[in-house]
């Protein structure tokens, strides 16, 4: 199983940014991969996805706002995240898309927006 390694998270305030990182390591991924946010009290939640054809997906309230990109070479996958607001905040993981996929989830970066 490849291990996944989020980083990038931080505070900022509302309308701000961040980039968030996702390293893969411990061998080569080449399947469709998502970043899934979690909450406290809300089960963790898909926020975009990117298949192996580089198409994106994105959940309803991050359209607009957030772009999910790879660089294959490098085995990353960077999630940038603009015009940010506190529903944002959560701790943001990367893993594969599809459940079958999955390996153990990494210690994800934390993103808080402030109001």
């Known amino acids: 199983q490849v291990q996944w390694v989020e980083s990038g998270g931080g505070l900022v305030q509302t309308g701000g940014s961040l980039r968030l990182s996702c390293a893969v390591r411990?061998?080569?991924?080449?399947?469709?991969m998502s970043w899934f946010r979690q909450t406290p009290g809300k089960d963790r939640e898909e926020v975009a996805s990117?298949?192996?054809?580089?198409?994106?997906w994105y959940e309803g309230s991050v359209k607009g706002r957030f772009t999910i990109s790879r660089d294959g070479a490098r085995n990353m996958y960077y999630l940038q995240m603009n015009n940010l607001n506190p529903e944002d905040t959560g701790l943001y993981c990367c893993?594969?898309?599809?459940?079958?996929?999955?390996?153990?989830w990494g210690p994800g970066t934390e993103g808080t927006v402030s109001s």
């Open positions: 411990g061998g080569t991924f080449n399947r469709a």
């Open positions: 990117i298949n192996t054809s580089g198409i994106p």
């Open positions: 893993n594969a898309e599809g459940r079958n996929w999955r390996s153990t």
